[in-house]
């Protein structure tokens, strides 16, 4: 697609129920990234994928986070058990060079989660 | 740890004067330095970047300038355009390294 397709653009749900977040990145982008953005704060690194496989998975908090990317392109966030604390706006980027120069990331417009 | 830092939150200067948005670094093994825009509902978008090797990259009305001895840069808009109105992150990343460090951001107004 012609930019990072994010869905859903808004999740409201009950602590302790699960969530999936979805990911469509940039066709032919082979990097793509996850980050979490808190109220006030700057977006923080969750995992990267370079094709399939998770390179670098340090940021995920806890091992309620997961993250898949089965074919090499839409990728899924599952957060197990949601905590209250999980509220954030969760952002996709994807890039061409994954760990490699400037690395300009695309963003996509996040997924908005609420755990009441 | 806030490895990134801008310590104004906020920024609000008049149509056609000079904007002048700081970030601080911590991590000296950083090499590649970006800003980011964002409206709100959307993500952000790169705005430009300079490498460690350089101190100035300039992109029309847009220059950042680092000063590496003092870990520090800023992102200079000259002249400001109400539709510079965003808030503005200041990113960083070691070269080799996937997790890029943002800065907490500095809400830019720019009145007419």
């Known amino acids: 697609g012609a930019g990072v397709s994010q869905t859903p653009s808004n999740k409201v749900t009950e602590k302790g129920k699960y969530v999936e977040l979805r990911c469509d990145p940039i066709?032919?982008?082979?990097?793509l990234y996850w980050y979490r953005q808190s109220l006030g704060q700057g977006p923080e690194f969750l995992i990267y994928f370079q094709g399939t496989g998770a390179a670098d998975d340090s940021g995920l908090p806890n091992d309620r986070f997961f993250a898949v990317r089965p074919e090499g392109s839409v990728s899924t966030l599952k957060i197990q058990r949601t905590e209250r604390g999980d509220s954030a706006v969760y952002l996709c980027?994807?890039?061409?060079?994954?760990?490699?120069?400037?690395?300009?990331?695309?963003f996509g417009a996040g997924s908005r989660l609420t755990v009441l | 740890d806030q490895q990134v830092k801008q310590n104004s939150p906020s920024l609000s200067v008049q149509e056609g004067r000079i904007s002048i948005l700081n970030c601080d670094y911590t991590?000296?093994?950083?090499?590649?330095f970006l800003w980011y825009k964002k409206y709100p509902a959307e993500g952000p978008t790169f705005l430009i970047s300079i490498s460690s090797i350089k101190d100035k990259n300039e992109d029309g009305r847009f220059t950042v300038f680092l000063n590496k001895s003092a870990k520090h840069l800023s992102l200079h808009i000259v002249p400001s355009q109400p539709g510079d109105s965003a808030v503005y992150f200041c990113?960083?990343?070691?070269?080799?390294?996937?997790?890029?460090?943002f800065g907490a951001g500095t809400r830019l107004t720019v009145k007419p």
């Open positions: 980027a994807s890039s061409l060079q994954g760990a490699a120069g400037a690395n300009v990331l695309t």
């Open positions: 990113a960083a990343r070691a070269g080799g390294n996937n997790d890029m460090r």
């Open positions: 066709s032919g982008h082979t990097a």
């Open positions: 991590n000296s093994m950083f090499d590649y």
